[in-house]
């Protein structure tokens, strides 16, 4: 003979399965809480080329010198990432056979920020903030601008020759997706903003 539940036993089941429910979501934040809330609330950091063109300026000797920037930004302004690097993680370098082979160093480097001299080397990132990918002087290569560079560093592009570069920003509290950048300098010189474009090309590529 079936017998059907009251709607006292019915709401104690509803009660009960609550409470399991509740006592696994406690549980669950205890364990992977600081996570689920650095996807909830954490910064949100992302890493961008600021201008293919770079910028023109001077060294102290009146060299001119055309600097490249990468944009770190911080989309969720309410929630500052602390002690930011952007980090060199990997350099390519082409193959005879027109693939990219990877020369990374013996580990990852942290490149200055814009006006090394005056900012502070880990950054609180509310909005944004810039960072140097390199540089290329008047008669000299191009050079990526580590705040060390190693004995075995190959992060420069003599003329006629390329390299791709990855790089992330990296905060305590999160990190944006890598970005993968291509140099490449046929070896002239201009002043000129739209011709030393097309001398230099510095443009993100997908992998």
Known sequence: ?????????????????AIGVGTLLVAALAIWGNLVRSWWSGPKLKISLLNPLGELTTLTDRTSVRYYHLKVKNSRKWSPAQNVRVILTKIFQPAADGSWVDRSFSGPLQLTWQFPQFHVQFSSIGPEDLSDLGCIPKGQRFSLTPYIVPNNFNGFVEANQSIRVEVIAVADNGQSKPVLIEIAWNGNWSDEAGEMSRHVVVKEVTG
């Open 1 to 17: 003979m079936c017998t059907r539940m009251t709607t006292y036993e019915v709401w104690n089941l509803i009660i009960q399965a």
